[in-house]
């Protein structure tokens, strides 16, 4: 039985590995799954499934989260956006405090909202001098190592939660991925009102975020300014930050649809 399902994964074409290796992703897909865990989900060896990984990677199907995968940016390219009411107006009514946040700093700015254990970015607009970034419109990544994020979880106990009981890999050197250390931060973040990246995401990007409440004081979204991580400063951008955030609360607290909902 054994040497006939190997026999059966053996003649699997290398579409069908790449097929199988896509859909182990699952609900991770934006999060980041390690070779070992897609190769006991796909029923691959992990040679292959190394293999497989690199293939799509070279195509942008798959990208690489530190030691980890997660979907790339041709996968969600083609996916159509669900629509989704309240992130449309988060978007339409904070867009223009995004533009004005740009205007005042001339670096790239992104605006994001929670989605579970994920950050899903909802606009952003880029400096003059086009930052790497891993964060694109309509795109996802994981909270727990993003600025965005972090503000975010930082005022939703039941989303800190789940983040916990997600695979939390490190992206990079500097990525928090102990509980003990993450909920430390998160204390930070609440304390001090301001959220760090600190190369966590990408080894050469800074950022810093502020949160954008309702009128009932829910955080809804998220604001931040991204550098260089070598020349990045955020002393020098949390005033414009902090002001500008504030501002769209004020919108977003005069807006009653929205704050009905909160």
Known sequence: MKETA???RDERTAVDKAVDVLKAFGRDAHLGIGVSELSRRAGLSKSTTFRVLGM?????????????????????????PAENPMQDSVRDLITPFLAELYVQTHATVQLAMLV????????????????R???RIGGRMPAYCTAVGKVLLAADPVATETALRTPRHAWTASTI???D???TELDHVRSTGVAHDRGESLESLACIAAPVRTAGGRVIAALSISGDAVTFQPLRY????????????????????LAAAA
């Open 56 to 80: 799509l990677e070279r195509n942008g199907v798959v990208e690489r989260a530190g030691t980890a995968y997660r979907i790339g940016r041709v996968m969600e390219g083609l996916a159509t």
């Open 177 to 179: 991925v102990e509980e």
């Open 133 to 135: 970034t891993p964060a």
């Open 6 to 8: 190997e026999r059966t």
């Open 181 to 183: 250390d993450f909920l």
């Open 238 to 257: 949390e005033r414009v930050l902090r002001a500008v955030a504030y501002e769209a609360a004020r919108v977003m607290a005069a807006h009653g649809r």
């Open 116 to 131: 579970g254990p994920s950050v899903v970015y909802l606009n952003k607009l880029e400096g003059p001098a086009r930052l």
